[in-house]
């Protein structure tokens, strides 16, 4: 891959700056599901973090960012447990709320470099994996890094956050 064809963007930046090893994943398409981002990155959806941002509900809602592993469904419920007492009903946000609040398209954003105002709660399940691959806020990119320095510098509460799979 030549230099001009790798990304910038703020995941980049930021693992670089602080000395983060990352592999690079290109698609040759953008993506939109864990299944088809999967298969174009090489990898299996166990390993993929799924980042999801979402909105409490009423005016002036904040935001918080909710990550599981590629295959698993976020639980609202658990991630406001998570956030403790005085968060009310969270909803996924839109598309321009996600690009305003992440500066990523919908599609490839992740937890990293979020303002601090915005807590990210991780389900407890992705610290159990040695290697994670997240978007990169290119939607032509993934990345593949350690899930510690993933946890550290998302600056991640660990949590049960994930609904229980079906029987």
């Not at 602080?18 to 994943?25: D, E, F, K």
């Not at 909105?55 to 960012?65: A, H, P, Q």
């Not at 990550?67 to 406001?80: E, K, Y």
Request: net charge negative; proline share 6%.
């Amino acid at each position: 891959m030549t230099q001009a064809a790798r990304p910038d963007t703020q995941a980049t930046r930021l693992l670089d700056a602080q000395g983060v090893a990352y592999v690079l994943l290109p698609h040759t398409e953008p993506v939109f599901t864990v299944a088809a981002a999967a298969e174009q990155r090489g990898v299996v959806a166990e390993e993929m973090v799924k980042s999801i941002l979402l909105r409490e509900s009423g005016r002036g809602g904040r935001y918080v960012m909710a990550c599981v592993l590629g295959p698993a469904r976020l639980d609202h419920r658990a991630v406001r447990a998570a956030l403790g007492a005085g968060w009310r009903r969270l909803t996924f946000a839109a598309d321009d709320e996600i690009l305003a609040i992440t500066g990523c398209p919908r599609g490839a954003i992740h937890a990293l470099g979020l303002p601090d105002d915005v807590p990210v709660v991780f389900d407890a399940a992705i610290a159990g994996c040695a290697r994670v691959n997240i978007s990169s806020g290119d939607l032509l990119f993934g990345l593949e890094l350690d899930a510690a320095d993933l946890i550290r510098l998302a600056r991640a509460r660990l949590a049960p956050v994930a609904e229980p799979p079906a029987v």
